[in-house]
């Protein structure tokens, strides 16, 4: 829709310019920007104009840029031995869009705009990443993204910084990783996404996002058993409620999805890396294997609710 409020869209080529007047915003993709009226807003400083490279390699991680789209991160070539791989179509999907949003939807926009179902988070919180943010007095800082978004549409920027990338260690992307999701209709919103990633170091990391307010991750030094898993999702505070969902039924299927991955990434890695359910369905409970269900130490851990002030590539 036309946002007849602006009137101003100023195009940096600096970082010095990239600087927000009352009333300014960033600007991504623009693809939720765009969607809704937007009360307040005057202007917009369109990071796209900036020219970051959307995806650059260094010898142990992987940089997504924010304006990064989602196409071009859908494009990033696979290593031989990044099991992980796969888990990026598989949050693509699970996003409320077309391929063709794809096309300028930012990745950085999706993750800084906070909204549960934001799978771009999930995606990165799965794999360990963190966002590196450009700060007021021309410094960076860095947040993980599992505690990068802190609310409903809210997020750990302060007023002036941007989102400027986010970084993916490789070693996750060599992890296995699980994928189950969930909503009430073949098309609707995620009513709850949960992800496993089993580390190199044999660490299990467990990640709900869409199913509450925030993104939370259990990790555990090995592959937990039943109850150990099951407590650590009994103390989650944080569920969320709305037309795609009540809490309980997302805590229900996040504690069942959150033990289907435990076992299938217990068991001995075979050729696939995929889900044994399809995206947007739930599927049977795989059989429980014999081992004493205390073996694993839970060490949950939620994001701190610190800072609420949304930003980034939209």
């Known amino acids: 829709m036309d946002l007849t409020t602006v009137r101003e869209i100023r195009t940096p080529s ?13 600007l991504g993709g623009g693809t939720w920007l765009f969607s809704e009226r937007q009360p307040g807003l005057t202007g917009l400083v369109d990071l796209t104009s900036l020219g970051w490279a959307p995806i650059e390699r260094a010898a142990d991680v992987v940089s997504v840029a924010a304006t990064c789209t989602i196409a071009e991160l859908l494009r990033l070539p696979s290593d031989d031995d990044w099991a992980g791989h796969p888990l990026i179509a598989q949050c693509a ?15 950085g926009g999706n993750v800084a705009l906070g909204l549960p179902a934001g799978a771009m988070t999930s995606l990165m919180a799965t794999f360990d990443a963190t966002a590196v943010v450009w700060t007021t007095d021309g410094g960076e800082r860095r947040v993980p993204v599992s505690a990068f978004v802190t609310g409903v549409v809210q997020n750990a920027l302060e007023p002036g910084e941007v989102l400027r990338s986010l970084e993916v260690p490789i070693d996750s992307l060599r992890s296995r990783t699980g994928f189950r999701r969930i909503s009430l209709s073949p098309l609707g919103r995620s009513g709850t996404l949960v992800t496993a990633r089993l580390g190199l170091d044999g660490e299990f990391v467990v990640t709900v996002t869409a199913g509450t307010t925030r993104p939370v991750q259990l990790r555990f030094d090995e592959v937990p058993g039943e109850r150990s898993l099951a407590d650590a999702l009994a103390d989650v505070d944080c569920w969320y409620s709305d037309p795609h969902g009540d809490p309980d039924w997302r ?28 995206a947007g369905t739930a599927v049977r409970p795989l059989r429980e294997p014999t081992h004493d269900p205390r073996s694993a130490t839970a060490r949950a851990r939620s994001t701190p609710r610190t800072g609420t002030t949304p930003g980034g590539a939209r």
């Open 93 to 107: 999907d699970s996003l409320l869009a077309s391929f063709k949003i794809w096309n300028v939807a930012t990745v």
């Open 14 to 26: 600096r970082r010095d310019e990239v600087v927000f007047a009352p009333g300014e915003r960033p």
């Open 251 to 278: 805590r229900a299927m996040s504690t069942r999805f959150a033990d289907e991955l435990r076992v299938e990434l217990g068991r001995p890695a075979t050729g696939g890396t995929g889900p044994i359910g399809g």
